[in-house]
């Protein structure tokens, strides 16, 4: 067999989910080969929506200037009924713990444009469009990807092919539903003119017809209607409904313009084996989320920056292959969290029955005292490459701005992103479990602690260590916490318990 001829990973689908992986697996040099059935990029709005998290990965996928000028933040979200009453005020305003608005707002084709123009920058990354993959051979060493009289041969697949997925197809991987969906007409405006919304989102929960209003990203607007008991998608898949129920909102052919309207349907699923072999699922190709939450796209690019510095180990034989199966004990039980919280935004907002309709306005009028309601973190990762007992572990980790070598910047950008050992204070660490640490991408990063030091500028750290009780933090590739330091004897050991961690996989 021709070793030069078989790739690192190949990706089926070339979405966001699966560009951002390309992209980080690119960056560390792997050859990556991407097959996209279709000729050209999908030129319509779907996704509109990622946190601050997806706003980092975004960063380490060297894109954070170009899609800072393509999105809008959404610090409101609000529910009311159908008298225009608030019934719950979400706020998500300012910076989060990733160092990025907690909401932005977006239009998909442009977020894909520059993710495909970073993936052209890396020489190890290949994309061949107008390759419909038709079949899978794992032979357990390499895969084969067959498109017809076509294939390619790669020690991994990951299949980011979306909801009708032909890897998970191929595969025969089952997914488990939660029997809650729903038809819903999904229309894009662009406005000729400017315009206000106050709140900038927001979901109009009347029985009569529950609607979602929202930024589509700067200069665009997303209304989704709720299909009605009795009306059929052909009815709701029509320019002359779409416009007849844009008439309340003053958006009308003479001032504005259709970018898109089609139906969808709202699905709650996910798979029961992420992988199987040397193939592995990702984005929605592993998991359908209502959009009530705004984490169907968030939740694929966890999928990525998971993946992707796991199968940069395992490529680099620095872990073992079983290291990949911590892939679906990390991202499953996430991916159901976020699932069921969207569900139970849903069963808010889909309700076509006045009386429950009617209850549930009274019970949360009368609780709402005109504050915004935070949105509660995602649990932790509890099993896989986190350290079992240590206080924070699993939990999101911050990044704030610091200054290094004279260069004032977010950390990641100061220091790059990989394992990095963050210290009040330089660790003292043995030659030998150095050079392991860096072997891996691992980086000692000391806070304000002398000359060569990254400078804590606002704090973030000196605050974040205050307030959690502790000297030092393991942060994996993926900005999750592996385990901290309450003293400074213990900072080395975190790095001792992440080799055994690794190695024992």
Not at 234 to 255: G, M, Q, S, V
Not at 443 to 450: A, E, H, N, T, Y
Request: proline residues 6%; charged residues 25%; aromatic residues 8%.
């Amino acid at each position: 067999m021709d070793e030069t001829k078989i790739f690192d990973v190949a990706i089926v689908g070339y979405g966001p989910v699966g560009a951002a992986l390309a992209i980080l697996l690119g960056q560390r040099g792997h050859r990556v080969v991407v097959l996209e059935r279709y000729l050209g990029p999908y030129p319509l709005p779907r996704a509109v929506h990622y946190d601050h998290e997806v706003a980092r990965i975004l960063q380490s996928c060297g894109v954070a200037d170009q899609c800072a000028n393509i999105v809008e933040p959404a610090e409101v979200y609000e529910f009311q009924n159908g008298e225009r009453r608030t019934l719950i005020r979400f706020g998500r305003i300012g910076n989060g713990l990733s160092g990025w608005p907690q909401s932005s707002m977006f239009s998909q084709p442009e977020l894909e444009a520059v993710l495909s123009a970073r993936v052209d920058e890396l020489p190890s990354v290949e994309v061949r469009r107008g390759w419909p993959v038709t079949g899978l051979v794992d032979d357990g060493s390499t895969v084969e990807v067959r498109a017809g009289d076509e294939s390619v041969r790669a020690r991994y697949v990951v299949g980011c092919d979306g909801a009708n997925s032909t890897v998970r197809t191929a595969c025969g991987i089952p997914m488990t539903d939660r029997a809650f969906f729903y038809d819903w007409l999904v229309v894009n405006v662009v406005f000729d003119q400017p315009r206000v919304f106050d709140p900038p989102n927001v979901q109009i929960c009347d029985p009569a017809r529950p609607t979602t209003v929202v930024s589509g990203g700067p200069g665009r607007r997303r209304w989704e209607f709720m299909a009605l008991p009795g009306e059929s998608a052909e009815f709701l898949n029509d320019e002359a409904t779409a416009w007849k129920l844009l008439e309340p909102y003053d958006a009308r052919p003479d001032n504005a313009r259709l970018e898109k309207h089609a139906v969808y349907r709202f699905q709650a699923r996910w798979v029961d084996q992420w992988r199987q072999g040397r193939v592995l699922l990702a984005g929605d190709a592993a998991h359908q989320t209502p959009p009530f939450a705004g984490q169907g796209l968030c939740t694929g690019l966890r999928d990525a920056a998971n993946l992707a510095w796991k199968l940069d180990l395992v490529l680099a034989d620095l872990a073992p292959d079983a290291l990949l199966d911590t892939y679906e004990l990390e991202r499953g039980p996430h991916t159901q969290a976020v699932i069921e919280l969207a569900i139970e935004m849903g069963k808010l907002i889909c309700v076509a029955d006045r009386g429950e309709a009617a209850a549930r306005d009274e019970a949360l009028i009368a609780a709402y005292d005109g504050s915004l309601t935070e949105v509660p973190p995602f649990p932790p990762i509890t099993e896989g490459i986190v350290l079992d007992g240590s206080p924070f572990a699993g939990e999101l980790f911050v990044q704030g701005e610091v200054e290094h070598h004279g260069r004032r910047a977010r950390f990641d950008d100061a220091v790059g992103a990989g394992w990095r050992l963050v210290t009040l204070e330089e660790p003292a660490i043995d030659d030998q479990l150095a050079s392991w640490f860096a072997g891996i991408g691992g980086l000692v990063v000391p806070i304000d602690s002398g000359a060569g030091s990254v400078i804590d500028v606002d704090g973030t750290y000196r605050k974040w260590f205050a307030d959690h009780g502790v000297v030092g933090v393991l942060q994996r590739p993926d900005f999750a916490v592996f385990g901290t330091a309450a003293e400074p004897t213990q900072v080395t050991a975190l790095v001792h318990a992440l080799r055994k961690t690794l190695q024992s996989t």
